[in-house]
Each structure stands twice: as structure tokens, then as C-alpha cells.
């Protein structure tokens, strides 16, 4: 049995439930998504003991309960379902319901201590990250729209999604304003977007989505930050079989929102991408995989450049 002040429960959170397990004590529990069930698990978990709480992040669900469970002073982990879910099939759980998926949260979290600690719970990154997430959100509903204009539409249809696409357009450029509001009141954070924009090709929206959505930027080595977004290659070996290398997993949402300023820095702009991505080109490398080498090679600069607290400094030759 773990020791009492490490005792970790899973929770299973849907939208009017959550389904508790503690692994060390054989406990479960389920209560309501109000007020009362709140009380009523948080008394429960400290009856046990329980220190640390692991859920997943359900599509929002888990912004009710984080905040309580951090106020009763649990630490709270928040992880990537699809980790959870792989770990269960690997232990070969294959059943799936709310308590037996508290089950497997609290055994992920028990075997996976260190590595589903991650960073400490920060109020104002998280205020970032839900503006940037509306943004990113809103933006991808006007591309929808845009990509619907494609193709001849009724009058009427036409003139409603110009209406919408301009009513997104204003909110976006609300959205702009309390971001850079928010960057400016955190003298951390505007730091790490004074450092992140003075890299050719990154503007004050990658900087915003890099705090905001990868707080271990400047914290970890160059090989795990760049495994956490998905730009770390795999081989795919086997005997004398030689497989191509491929990215796996990571953070999908942050490789989107560095794809285009990548683009623009390797082919355009940045001095030390800009000769890299064309070596990688002349060696008969796909475009594609040589901007996610350049996006991989951003993403250490980055990591570099925030651990030394150091803005850019152009090279006097290119970077090899």
C-alpha cells in the first residue's frame, strides 16, 4: 500500500457524476456534480488520506472539479485519456465503464507517478489557455465556413456565413486584446513572449499558444520537449527490417499552431531554419518531413533560449 500522504485516487468525470477508486484502500465512490457531491467526495478523500488526484481531461468536465479538489489541497494531474486508455488495453483491461475507468486512472496514475506530476497548477497560464483555446476554437469555425464559400452557394446561405465569418472576426480580434492583456499583466509570462517573438517567424499568437499549451518549454531537455509536442521520430525496426521513422502521439494543437510560422520562418525569413530546411530539401527529403524537422529544430532553439532566459541572437553563420 502506498504511504498515506501519496495515496492517489483516480476519478472518472462525466458531466453529472464522478466515479472515485482508490487502489491502495480497495475504496470506490461515486457522487453528484453539484455542490453537495463536491463536499461530499472531498470529505471522503480525506478520511483516506488521499494526497494526489488523477483525472482525465474530458472535454471540459474536469474544470469543474480541479478547482475544489486544489482548494481542499490535493494535488490535482490532468492527463491525456488516450495514455490511459492505451495503458488498459496493455494490462489487457479491455471492460470499460465509470468505475473501472476510475480503476485504471488511479492505477496510471500509481505507475506513472513522476510522469503524471507534471508542472504545478498556474491560475493566469490557465486563464491563458482558455482564451487561446477560444481563439483557436473560433478560427477554425471561420475556416469551415471559408471552405464551404468554395463551392456556389444559395444567396441566402452566402450572405448568413458572411454574417457569421464577420461576427468571428470581431470576437477573434476580442480574443487578441485579453491575451495580450493577460501576457502583459504576468511579467513571467510577457517575459517568455518577448523571448518567443523576437524568433524570426513567430508572432505574439505562437508565443501565447506556446505558454499557454506547453508550460515545460525551457523546464525539460530537448529530446522530452520535443516528444511532448509529437516531432520526436520513431524507429519502426524489426529484425533486418528497416522502417521509416515517423512522429507518434504529443500535442496535436500545438504542431497545428506552429505549422504556418514555421512555413514562413524556413522558407522566408529566419536564418538559421531558412538554410536548414533547403540542405534537408536538396537531400531529397519531402517538404513535409523537413518542415517537421525545422518545426523540431524551432521547438529546441525555443527550449534552449527560455532555459537561458535569452532572446534571440542572430548566428554569424548558419546553424549546421
Known amino acids: 500500500m502506498m504511504p498515506q500522504e501519496r495515496r492517489v485516487v483516480g476519478l472518472d468525470v462525466s458531466k453529472r457524476k464522478i466515479d472515485a477508486c482508490i487502489r491502495g484502500v480497495a475504496e470506490r465512490r461515486s457522487a453528484a456534480s453539484t455542490p453537495e457531491g463536491e463536499a461530499e467526495l472531498i470529505a471522503w478523500l480525506r ?3 488521499v494526497g494526489v488526484a488523477v483525472m482525465e481531461a474530458s472535454g471540459g468536465y474536469e474544470r469543474r472539479w480541479a ?23 496493455a494490462a ?8 473501472i475507468d476510475a480503476a485504471m ?25 482558455q482564451l487561446v483555446t477560444a481563439r483557436a476554437t473560433l478560427l477554425e469555425l471561420d475556416t469551415a465556413l471559408a471552405n464551404r464559400n468554395e463551392h456556389a452557394q444559395p444567396r ?4 448568413a456565413q458572411a454574417a457569421v465569418r464577420s461576427a468571428l472576426r470581431t470576437q477573434v480580434e476580442k480574443l487578441d486584446k485579453a491575451i495580450a492583456a493577460t501576457l ?11 523571448i518567443i517573438t523576437s524568433v ?4 505574439r499568437q505562437a508565443a501565447a499558444g506556446l505558454i499557454a499549451w506547453l508550460p515545460e518549454l525551457g523546464r525539460i531537455d530537448d529530446k522530452a520537449i520535443a516528444a511532448l509536442v509529437g516531432l520526436a521520430p520513431y524507429d519502426d525496426d524489426s529484425g533486418e527490417r528497416r522502417g521509416e521513422r515517423h512522429i507518434k502521439g504529443g500535442r496535436q494543437k500545438l504542431r497545428n499552431l ?3 510560422p514555421t512555413l514562413v520562418a524556413a522558407t522566408q525569413c529566419n536564418p538559421v531554419l531558412k538554410p536548414y530546411y533547403r540542405r534537408l530539401c536538396a537531400k531529397g527529403k519531402q517538404a513535409k518531413v523537413a518542415l517537421i524537422a525545422c518545426m523540431r529544430k524551432l521547438i529546441t532553439i525555443l527550449n534552449t533560449m527560455l532555459a537561458r532566459d535569452e532572446t534571440w541572437s542572430p548566428p554569424t553563420r548558419a546553424a549546421a
Open 67 to 89: 478547482p475544489a479538489l486544489r482548494q481542499a489541497g490535493l494535488a490535482v494531474r490532468i492527463v491525456d485519456p488516450r495514455r490511459v486508455r492505451s495503458f488498459a488495453k
Open 184 to 194: 502583459a499583466k504576468h511579467p513571467a509570462m510577457a517575459r517568455h513572449a518577448e
Open 156 to 159: 441566402l446561405v452566402a450572405k
Open 200 to 203: 524570426p517567424g513567430l508572432g
Open 105 to 129: 486512472i488511479a492505477w496510471f496514475g500509481e505507475t506513472f507517478a513522476d510522469d503524471a506530476a507534471g508542472a504545478a497548477h498556474d491560475p493566469a497560464r490557465h486563464a491563458l489557455d
Open 47 to 49: 478520511r483516506h488520506g
Open 92 to 99: 489487457g483491461r479491455l471492460a470499460k465503464n465509470d468505475p
Open 258 to 260: 506552429l505549422f504556418m
